[in-house]
């Protein structure tokens, strides 16, 4: 947990609340960027902290480390991550790297200006003295497809640089997050209230609609068909529906100033959840040719039956196994396993996990290679995968024969923190 900017803000808390209640799984957990910036400054603000508010942040860095966090995320496409510097990230990075910590970061550009994004991330990585990951590395927007081979050269310069870069990736050809993403930055400076007295003002709705209409414009659009509801507390039946099918259901028309009505009415109501089909399988296959690149669903846990989710939650690693091993053949199943297992592992200092040898911890996953299959889909998403009838964590089964046992043998998986204090 606590990936792309946001954890809980006292991870040892949580920890002692988990252990306390037992889990099932294994659970570890980074310190969220944006959750640190919110505590020391006190808000969602476009500027760098003062010198008092930096010295808070640092020490609520260090407090997650010893408590036993694995590193330090960014999430700089959301706010207030976006707000922040390369300067003020660096100086946050060092104190988790004291720690031996990572850094992650969903990147401020996985688009247009994804190199300038990466080239961020490899400072943050050189200056702050930490090795660092692209979370679930993508090329956003048609007009960036065909690039993959450009950006995982760019990260392999830096590995021959000396820097240690590695990635992540979910093997979908849509994102997910909330429909935030679409609105431009500065219009939720100060959080959802700010947002709501901006929409309230003519003249700034005017001046949020037609930034949205130029960044459809940059991405070679001309309307949200690529966005889909997934998932939308204050009206249900908008989820599973693309923007233009809500807009004409909701507004009569899907017309492109129906659609952008529709997204600020949405998003001054709360979160809501969408999935943005803006991928290449090409470039997908790329990235997950490369050695380096460990896979990861991206995905919060889901009640089952609850709204249209992304279906990556449920279906991520088997689609691995019976999509890109099995059916396609572009990796052995012994390499696919690799990235789920000991890479990650290794990349994460988790001591004695990822491996099943003589002293390790006893986690794993026993699946036929020729039934595993993933059956969750966009248009229903909530459906368990086949061919996995067994699950043991630490030694104990949690799952047998396709059904939950109910036992929780789950630890937390803390980082050891080489750094004196």
Known sequence: AGNCGFSKPDPG?????????GIAP????????????????????NRPPEPDEMERMKRHVARAMRAGALGLSTGLIYQPGSFATTDEIVELAK???????IYTSHMRSEGNAIADALAELLRIAREGGIRAQVSHIKLSGQNNWGRAREILGLIEAARAEGLDITQDQYLYTAYSTILFDVLPPWSLEGGQDSFRQRLADPGQRQRIAEDMRQSLLRRNQDSYEWVTIAGCPTDPE?????VPEAARLRKGTDDLGAQIDLLLELNAGGFVEGIFHSMSEDDLQVFLQHPNTMLGSDSGVREYGKAMPHPRGYGNHVRVLSRYVREMGLLRLEEAV??????PATVFRLRDRGTIRLGAWADIVVFDPERVADTATFENPHQYPTGVPHVIVNG???????????SRPGKILRSRPSAAG
Not at 13 to 21: I, T
Not at 26 to 45: K, W
Not at 238 to 242: H, I, V
Not at 338 to 343: H, I, P
């Open 13 to 21: 808390a949580f920890f002692h609340s988990l252990q306390k209640q």
């Open 238 to 242: 908008l989820n599973g529906k693309t």
């Open 26 to 45: 294994n659970f570890g957990s980074l310190i969220g960027h944006s959750t640190v910036r919110l505590e020391g400054m006190g808000g969602a603000f």
């Open 95 to 101: 104190v988790a790297g004291q720690y031996d910590g």
């Open 338 to 343: 690799r990235r789920m297992t000991s890479l």
């Open 396 to 406: 104990e089964p949690i799952v047998r024969d396709g059904a939950m046992t109910g």
